[in-house]
């Protein structure tokens, strides 16, 4: 069994050594010592479609890495184009207009027949999916036709609002990346 000793290392770099881990072969022990880190693994073997367990000892996580049963299906197959959105405003100049536009924006978007594949929040976007935004609402109506609704992790530790998440899941660098050149992007 490979192990791959992630603690102390800053996203994306926990998720990129254990993918590389995983390229080489089967089973895969990946050592973080961070929730967010955590969930970040275990989000790249959901979308690989592996086996995992956790095991908690001593302020880390020991996640074990196994092959999986079928691979794992995206949901909702019509779903169209990545919305990468980088602020909480729509358009340069007054903020107060800039929200109200981005209101409208996102339920627009909610209202569409054909949800967008995913939504990824950077910098201050993702104030849009923390509790108490008036936009909260509308990504939970997306969310439930499908779309996955990503919140950059370092962002929200910058702005210290992680516990504050009411919509979707953190993400890393490396998943944004890998969402961009996956799929058309529309960037906001």
Same mark, same amino acid.
């Given at each position: 069994m490979q192990i791959v000793d992630n603690s102390k290392l800053t996203c994306p770099q926990p998720v990129i050594n254990t993918k590389k881990a995983i390229e080489q072969g089967?089973?895969?022990? @990946?050592?973080?010592?961070?929730?967010?880190?955590?969930e970040n693994v275990l989000k790249l073997c959901s979308k690989l479609g592996l086996q995992t367990e956790v095991i908690e000892s001593g302020g880390k996580f020991e996640i074990i890495i196994s092959k999986g049963g079928e691979e794992l299906q995206i949901k909702g197959g019509d779903l169209q184009g990545t919305y990468l959105i980088k602020t909480r405003y729509l358009g340069y100049g007054d903020?107060?207009?800039?929200? !109200?536009?981005?209101?409208?924006?996102?339920?627009?978007?909610?209202?569409?027949? +054909?949800?967008?594949?995913?939504?990824?929040?950077?910098? @201050? !976007? +993702? %104030?849009?999916? =923390? *509790? !108490? @935004?008036?936009?909260?609402?509308?990504?939970?109506?997306?969310? !439930?036709?499908?779309?996955?609704?990503?919140?950059?992790?370092?962002? =929200?530790? %910058?702005?210290? +609002? *992680?516990?504050?998440?009411?919509?979707?899941?953190?993400?890393?660098?490396?998943d944004i990346v890998e969402n961009l050149t996956d799929d058309k992007t529309i960037t906001i």
């Open positions: 089967l089973p895969v022990k @990946s050592i973080v010592d961070n929730d967010v880190a955590k903020d107060k207009l800039g929200e !109200g536009l981005m209101k409208a924006f996102i339920y627009t978007l909610a209202q569409r027949e +054909v949800a967008p594949k995913r939504i990824m929040l950077v910098n @201050s !976007g +993702v %104030f849009l999916a =923390l *509790k !108490g @935004s008036q936009t909260v609402e509308d990504l939970k109506i997306m969310e !439930g036709k499908g779309t996955e609704i990503l919140s950059c992790g370092t962002c =929200l530790d %910058f702005y210290n +609002v *992680k516990e504050q998440l009411a919509v979707g899941t953190i993400t890393n660098m490396y």
